[in-house]
C-alpha cells in the first residue's frame, strides 16, 4: 500500500528544508512525495531542487489558493493514502508514516492522531499540545475535529466525499473533516501519539483580523453541516484553553512532552 504525501510551499525558504527531509526521512513506507510551489521568489526553489531526485513529482504554477493548489496534487496522486504536510511542519519521528500505514493495513478508511504546536524558532518547544481522542458523533456539535496535518484517509474518499471548497477562505479544512468523519467516522482509527510538529503562527492565528475571519469560515461550516452554529464555533475556539493546559500540566509534572 503506498502513500503518497503533499506539501504545498510558496515563499518559505526557512522552513521547507525541514518539512522535505521529514517526509524523505520516513522509513518503512512506499512513498509517493508530492511537492506543489506557487511560484515562489525566494529561495525556496533552489533548495527543493537539492531533492528534485527524490521528490515524485515537482511543479511550480500560480494557484487561487492553498486550498486549490492541494486539490490539483490530490488529483496527481497515485497513493492508496494521502497525507499532507505543510511547508511549516515536521513529522514527529522516522517511523510515523509506517505506524499510520500498519493502521490502514488493518482495514481503517481514515487514521488520525495528536499534534504539537511548536515555537517558530525551535520545534523541541511546545506551545499548545492537541490530543485528539477517539471519534463520538456528539463531539462535533461541541467543536471537535482532528488536527488536519494529523488527518489521513484513503484516497478514495476524495472521490466520494469531495475535495477542499476553495470558496473557503480558512477552514476549508474543516469543511473537508467534518465531510469525512460524519460518513466515515465510524471506520475511523486514532492513533494515540503524536504526529505532527506543527509551527506557531499560522495564516488563521496571526492577527485579529484573521481569528475574525476564521471564526467567520468555521460558523459557515457548521451551519452547512447542521450543527450548533455559533455554540459550536465557540466550543471549538475554547477547545484551546485545555490545549495550553496540558502543556502546563505536564511540564509542572516534569514530565516530557512527547
Not at 511542519?89 to 500505514?101: E, F, Q, R
Request: with cysteine; hydrophobic share 40%.
Amino acid at each position: 500500500m503506498k502513500i503518497s504525501v503533499i506539501t504545498v510551499v510558496k515563499n518559505n525558504e526557512r522552513t521547507i528544508r525541514q518539512a522535505i527531509e521529514s517526509t524523505l526521512n520516513q522509513k518503512g513506507i512506499d512513498l509517493e512525495y508530492i511537492v506543489l510551489d506557487g511560484m515562489s521568489t525566494d529561495n525556496t526553489l533552489k533548495i527543493i531542487d537539492e531533492y528534485k531526485d527524490r521528490i515524485t513529482i515537482f511543479k511550480s504554477e500560480k494557484d487561487k489558493n492553498l486550498y486549490h493548489a492541494l486539490n490539483k496534487a490530490i488529483a496527481m496522486a497515485t497513493g492508496d493514502v494521502i497525507a499532507i504536510l505543510h511547508s511549516d511542519d515536521v513529522y514527529a519521528s522516522d517511523t510515523i508514516l509506517k505506524d499510520v500505514m500498519e493502521k490502514f493495513n488493518d482495514g481503517h478508511n481514515i487514521v488520525y492522531g495528536d499534534l504539537a504546536i511548536v515555537r517558530h524558532d525551535d520545534t523541541r518547544l511546545t506551545v499548545r499540545r492537541w490530543r485528539s481522542g477517539h471519534f463520538r458523533r456528539y463531539k462535533m456539535y461541541l467543536g471537535w475535529m482532528p488536527p488536519h496535518p494529523a488527518f489521513f484517509v484513503r484516497r478514495d474518499l476524495y472521490d466520494r466525499y469531495g475535495m477542499f471548497d476553495t470558496d473557503i477562505r480558512i477552514s476549508a479544512d474543516y469543511d473537508l473533516m467534518l465531510r469525512f468523519m460524519m460518513n466515515e467516522g465510524v471506520s475511523s482509527c486514532y492513533l494515540d501519539r503524536l504526529i505532527v510538529k506543527m509551527r506557531a503562527g499560522g495564516t488563521s492565528n496571526n492577527t485579529p483580523l484573521n481569528i475574525f475571519r476564521k471564526m467567520s469560515d468555521d460558523y459557515r461550516v457548521v451551519k452547512r453541516h447542521n450543527l450548533a452554529g455559533l455554540f459550536t464555533v465557540v466550543m471549538k475556539k475554547l477547545s484551546k484553553v485545555h490545549q495550553y493546559a496540558q502543556v502546563d500540566n505536564l511540564k509542572a509534572s516534569g514530565k516530557r512532552i512527547k
